[in-house]
Structures are given as C-alpha cells and as structure tokens.
C-alpha cells in the first residue's frame, strides 16, 4: 500500500506541474487589475488528458489512503 501511495503521488506532483497556470490573473484580482480568470476556457487535446489523469490518481489516492484506514 505505501509503494503505491508513493508512486501516486509522485506522478500527481508530476501531472500538477506539467497543467498550464489557470490562475494567471490572481494577482491582478488583489490589485484590482482587469483580469479575465473566469472567462471559460476549455481544455483540449493533451491538456485535458494530464487534468482526467490527474483527476484520476488523486481518486486512486484518495480511495488507497481511505481502505488503509480500516485496515
């Protein structure tokens, strides 16, 4: 169970690392900048496969540690 908690969490601190800043503007907001961080954007291509992926291990982690509890 550890060799797999270790594993995942090392690929999510890959995946969350290669994703694109989606939260460019959040300085601006607290300087009261224009700043377009709601405008909607859509994921595409490789891109929308690293954040499934991530979505994805943060689960398999989530559920790993959660069954480690009770056993």
């Known amino acids: 169970m550890e060799i797999a908690l270790l594993v995942i969490s090392i690929l999510l601190i890959i995946l969350v690392l290669l994703q694109s800043g989606k939260a460019d503007g959040g300085p601006q907001i607290i300087s009261g900048g224009q700043s377009e ?10 891109e929308l496969v690293i954040t499934r ?4 291990l943060g689960l398999a982690f989530f559920a790993i540690c959660f069954i480690s509890m009770f056993f």
């Open 37 to 46: 961080l709601f405008a909607n954007r859509k994921e595409r291509g490789s």
């Open 53 to 56: 992926i991530t979505a994805l």
